[in-house]
């Protein structure tokens, strides 16, 4: 496998449940990171590990906690999420000090809740 | 306040009719203006990344361009395949980008 992988690629959950999202990146990155996209929005930055330590938290609400094991990866534990919740959430991965630091994003996981 | 604003929402275009999308950022202290492609179902991928004013990047169809105000990414007679979602986004910390909402581009054949 290549790149940034995300699982599952779909998920429908209710306001009570609890679920995880997980991301994986084969590029030997040291960054990175959680965004949410809404429909016609722009990207919104949840959170940022590098070298697994959190060092970016977006005013994120509770319901969403993140966890970084290792440097390959990254995962969003949900629950009690509520109906605006609901958008494509995208893991990324970067070179942390490359000077372009470009991200290189996962598919994205789209997320219903209701 | 830090923003990013991208013109036109969408644009439709023949196949072979050059064009430009526009990126316009207020910012402090820009350290990098990014864009990215974003097809249906997938994640942005990158295209290029400016730093200055004057600076410009070119890959195949696609020309981007920077002022001290604004970006413009330039398609010369795109195909059907360039058709994607279109993205700005400015660099304002380490790890912090701010993103514009994006420019869908379909191209008609």
């Known amino acids: 496998e290549t790149g940034v992988t995300q699982t599952p690629r779909h998920l429908v959950m209710g306001m009570t449940n609890k679920k995880s999202l997980k991301c994986e990146q084969h590029l030997g990155h040291n960054a990175m990171y959680w965004y949410k996209q809404s429909a016609k929005k722009p990207l919104e930055l949840m959170f940022v590990y590098n070298f697994k330590e959190q060092t970016e938290n977006n005013s994120v609400p509770s319901r969403f906690s993140p966890e970084c094991p290792n440097s390959s990866h990254l995962f969003l534990h949900l629950h009690t999420l509520q109906p605006e919740d609901s958008a494509l959430y995208l893991c990324?991965?970067?070179?942390?000090?490359?000077?372009?630091?470009?991200?290189?994003f996962g598919s994205g996981t789209q997320l219903s809740v209701l | 306040e830090d923003q990013v604003t991208q013109s036109p929402e969408a644009l439709r275009l023949q196949e072979g009719e050059s064009s430009s999308l526009n990126c316009s950022y207020t910012v402090s202290g820009l350290r990098g203006l990014f864009w990215y492609r974003q097809d249906p179902g997938k994640g942005p991928e990158f295209l290029f990344t400016?730093?200055?004013?004057?600076e410009e990047k070119e890959k195949e169809r696609l020309k981007a361009t920077l002022t001290k105000k604004e970006s413009f990414l330039h398609i010369t007679a795109p195909k059907p395949e360039d058709s994607a979602t279109y993205l700005c986004?400015?660099?304002?910390?380490?790890?912090?980008?701010?993103w514009g909402a994006g420019t869908k581009l379909i191209i008609k054949p």
């Open positions: 400016l730093y200055s004013a004057g």
């Open positions: 990324a991965s970067s070179q942390a000090g490359d000077i372009n630091e470009k991200l290189f």
């Open positions: 986004a400015v660099r304002i910390s380490n790890y912090q980008l701010i």
